[in-house]
């Protein structure tokens, strides 16, 4: 079908995520519309598209819960093209199966590059926030999308702690959230410190604190996400143990499986702040205008 080159682009959404469609529509002035969804009582899926589009389209989709989010983007990318949109933006604050990067064991399926290269098929261009790249530089390597843009919660989370702890001292859990703690800590000079993880199993990690001294202070635990609650939990009963006078948790992917949230609480952790990449009751600071600002700039590059 011919698109209509006269329409604004337009950001396209599932009314689970209305909340945060919303406020991305309000700062980026981007027309909103639904894509209707029924799911059939044998679990097929059923999409409705706006049945005139732009020849630019954004679909937001954060991919928590993401094996069924993946078919309805399928769906959703090529009806967008059969109905004329010349240019795709995915929208995925979270950007899910991120963390399994190498085949740790022979035989496993290497999900990353699985992932990305199924997303780089269907879309042109890809906005996240926080991706799990570890053994990987650039998002583009593991999603080998035309236009990449890579946000960060980290400085939106190291502002809001500035603004509730006094002197605090940001502990990453493991090695991997060095990049986010160095991030959040030279934006308001954090003292910060990074412990050590070994994971024998879904929920059974081991850490090693770092060597410098937590007695006496507030210490934030600070990470791209938390699923389990177990590697936070861990790390603050040890810091805690080891003299910390409070330890609460700031995570830009609040994914929270299960009882993750009670796992922390029970460990001693005080406050739990997040970014609202994934809507959860402790989102504390909005990616909205960043998500607005890359919209804005892949706009302008299409
Ligand atoms: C992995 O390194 C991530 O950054 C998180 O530390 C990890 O996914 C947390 O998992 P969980 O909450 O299940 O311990």
């Given at each position: 079908?011919?698109?209509?080159?006269?329409?604004?682009?337009?950001?396209?959404?599932?009314?689970d995520?209305?909340?945060?469609?919303?406020?991305?529509?309000?700062a980026s002035?981007?027309?909103l519309?639904?894509?209707e969804r029924?799911?059939?009582p044998?679990g097929?899926?059923?999409l409705?598209?706006?049945d005139?589009?732009?020849d630019?389209v954004?679909?937001?989709?954060t991919?928590?819960d993401?094996?069924?989010?993946?078919?309805?983007?399928l769906?959703?990318?090529?009806?967008?093209?059969?109905?004329g949109?010349?240019?795709?933006?995915?929208?995925?604050?979270?950007l899910a199966?991120m963390?399994?990067?190498?085949?740790?064991h022979?035989?496993?399926?290497i999900?990353?590059?699985v992932?990305?290269?199924?997303?780089?098929?269907?879309f042109?261009?890809?906005?996240?926030v926080?991706?799990h790249?570890?053994?990987?530089a650039?998002?583009?390597?593991?999603?080998p999308?035309?236009n990449?843009?890579?946000?960060?919660?980290?400085?939106?989370?190291?502002?809001l702690?500035?603004?509730?702890r006094?002197?605090?001292?940001?502990?990453?859990?493991?090695?991997e959230?060095?990049?986010?703690?160095?991030?959040?800590?030279?934006?308001?000079?954090?003292d910060?410190?990074?412990?050590r993880k070994v994971r024998?199993?879904?929920?059974?990690?081991e850490?090693?604190?770092?060597?410098r001294?937590v007695?006496?202070?507030?210490?934030?635990?600070?990470?791209?996400?938390?699923?389990?609650?177990?590697?936070?939990a861990?790390?603050?009963?040890?810091l805690?143990?080891a003299?910390a006078?409070?330890v609460?948790?700031?995570?830009?992917?609040?994914?929270?499986?299960?009882d993750?949230l009670?796992?922390?609480?029970?460990?001693?952790?005080?406050?739990?702040?997040?970014?609202?990449?994934?809507?959860?009751?402790s989102?504390a600071?909005?990616?909205?205008?960043?998500?607005?600002?890359?919209?804005?700039?892949?706009q302008?590059?299409?």
């Amino acid at each position: 079908m011919k698109s209509n080159p006269l329409l604004k682009p337009v950001l396209l959404f599932f009314e689970d995520e209305h909340e945060s469609a919303t406020r991305i529509a309000r700062a980026s002035s981007m027309e909103l519309a639904t894509i209707e969804r029924h799911r059939f009582p044998d679990g097929e899926i059923k999409l409705r598209l706006p049945d005139t589009l732009p020849d630019r389209v954004v679909i937001l989709r954060t991919l928590n819960d993401p094996n069924e989010k993946l078919i309805e983007l399928l769906l959703a990318a090529h009806t967008a093209r059969d109905l004329g949109a010349r240019h795709l933006t995915l929208v995925a604050p979270y950007l899910a199966y991120m963390r399994q990067d190498i085949a740790f064991h022979p035989g496993e399926a290497i999900s990353q590059r699985v992932v990305g290269q199924f997303l780089a098929g269907l879309f042109d261009a890809v906005i996240t926030v926080d991706p799990h790249l570890h053994r990987v530089a650039t998002l583009q390597e593991a999603l080998p999308v035309a236009n990449a843009i890579v946000l960060s919660g980290a400085p939106l989370l190291a502002d809001l702690i500035a603004a509730r702890r006094q002197r605090p001292l940001l502990v990453g859990p493991d090695e991997e959230s060095a990049q986010w703690i160095a991030l959040a800590a030279s934006r308001h000079y954090f003292d910060y410190a990074v412990c050590r993880k070994v994971r024998n199993g879904d929920r059974a990690v081991e850490i090693a604190l770092p060597v410098r001294s937590v007695a006496g202070r507030q210490v934030v635990l600070l990470d791209d996400v938390a699923s389990t609650g177990h590697t936070v939990a861990r790390a603050a009963h040890l810091l805690l143990d080891a003299g910390a006078t409070s330890v609460d948790v700031a995570v830009t992917h609040a994914l929270f499986a299960g009882d993750a949230l009670q796992v922390m609480l029970d460990a001693g952790v005080g406050e739990v702040w997040s970014t609202d990449c994934i809507t959860h009751s402790s989102n504390a600071v909005s990616m909205a205008t960043s998500l607005a600002g890359a919209l804005a700039q892949i706009q302008a590059a299409a």
